[in-house]
């Protein structure tokens, strides 16, 4: 059926490369009410038939296995629900732990597992604000999803090269998302563009080689286009708080639910640009004690963090923003393949403005 409204969001739809296979929530099922759905077991299929059709053709391959099982709305198979003590998040979890687990067996099973390289991580922290039975746990860090406290930035990573990284080894290398390219560049034997500044280091001396640190670098917390903290070494600098708006949290929205830290987990944009919040993240993951101002630790870690800022800034080309107009045209009423699958929807008459993003 074709409808359309101001109101409605056009579901998502489902691509196998560039065959349109459906939309979610339609054609691929996940009940909101029960939490039940196949399809982390459908993206887990998929992922072995993938690896098996590339290793019979002997051709190398990479694989993007990007299963969204644990982001609102929450969903398991019905053999993983109800199975876990953490309600339908850690029955989602415990899926993911198992899917990830068929994956590695397989490449045992088909013998190429010393010639493949595995590296597990996410995009963010755990969302604490989705309620009871939805939300995550960031451990001792402090908030989640959308903030630029340790609980909304800080991820787990593993990697797993059998007969080449060190089993059980563990490194404090600080690291980024960013830097999977560059590897995974140098992994394949290419070199990487020089034609352009990459913000990605090669972190293939940390992971094969456990012993052997990278330079001291820095990580940049921005929110939208303001750089909110610094991280370098132990030590972090927020020169804004924020947690989310007064006006969301008023309405049971609570990006840090029962952990608030007064004069940090603030609900107004708060600067501290002339004197920024620094914390030990050794002693204190948390962010619960900032470090006294007058102390020598606090004016000795300020200094080398302010070099590092300015470095950046002084450097620093800005991009121009993408996303700072919103159209409900251009969202997915009529993608490619659609009419195959009499899936197209009539879009409404495009009427941009300017996007409001509250977080």
């Not at 390219?181 to 290419?190: K, P």
């Not at 700072?324 to 009539?346: F, I, R, T, Y």
């Amino acid at each position: 059926s074709i409808w359309c409204s101001i109101f409605s969001i056009p579901n998502i739809p489902v691509y196998n490369n560039s065959e349109m296979l459906g939309r979610f929530y339609e054609d691929f099922k996940i009940d909101r009410e029960t939490g039940e759905s196949n399809l982390t077991q459908i993206y887990l299929m998929e992922g072995l038939d993938f690896i098996l059709r590339q290793t019979k053709a002997q051709q190398p391959f990479f694989l993007y296995w990007a299963v969204d099982a644990t982001h609102a709305p929450v969903y398991a198979s019905k053999r993983f629900l109800g199975k876990s003590q953490r309600g339908r998040y850690g029955d989602a979890v415990m899926e993911l732990d198992y899917s990830i687990g068929q994956i590695l067996k397989w490449l045992r099973t088909l013998g190429i597992d010393n010639n493949t390289f595995v590296f597990f991580t996410s995009d963010n922290g755990a969302a604490v604000m989705s309620g009871p039975n939805e939300s995550g746990s960031n451990g001792p860090f402090l908030c989640g999803k959308e903030t630029t406290f340790e609980g909304g930035m800080r991820e787990p990573a593993i990697a797993w090269w059998p007969g080449h990284i060190k089993e059980g080894s563990v490194n404090f290398q600080l690291a980024n998302v960013m830097d999977l390219f560059t590897t995974s560049l140098v992994l394949a034997g290419i070199n990487p563009p020089d034609d352009r500044i990459l913000d990605g280091l090669d972190l293939t001396p940390v992971l094969l080689n456990c012993s052997q640190p990278l330079k001291n670098r820095p990580i940049f917390y921005y929110r939208g286009n303001e750089l909110m903290a610094v991280r370098l070494g132990e030590y972090k600098a927020h020169y804004w708080t924020w947690s989310n708006s007064w006006e969301e949290f008023r309405q049971g929205i609570n990006f840090c639910p029962g952990e608030e830290v007064p004069n940090v987990t603030t609900h107004e944009q708060k600067e501290h640009t002339l004197q920024p919040l620094i914390f030990h993240l050794g002693r204190d993951p948390g962010e619960k004690f900032p470090l006294s101002v007058l102390s020598k630790e606090y004016q000795d870690a300020l200094s080398r963090i302010s070099a590092v800022v300015q470095q950046h800034k002084d450097t620093l080309v800005p991009g121009i923003p993408q996303l700072n107009m919103c159209d409900s045209a251009v969202m997915n009423w009529a993608p490619a393949g659609c009419e195959k699958l009499g899936k197209c929807l009539k879009p409404p008459e495009s009427n941009p403005w300017k996007c409001d993003w509250p977080h």
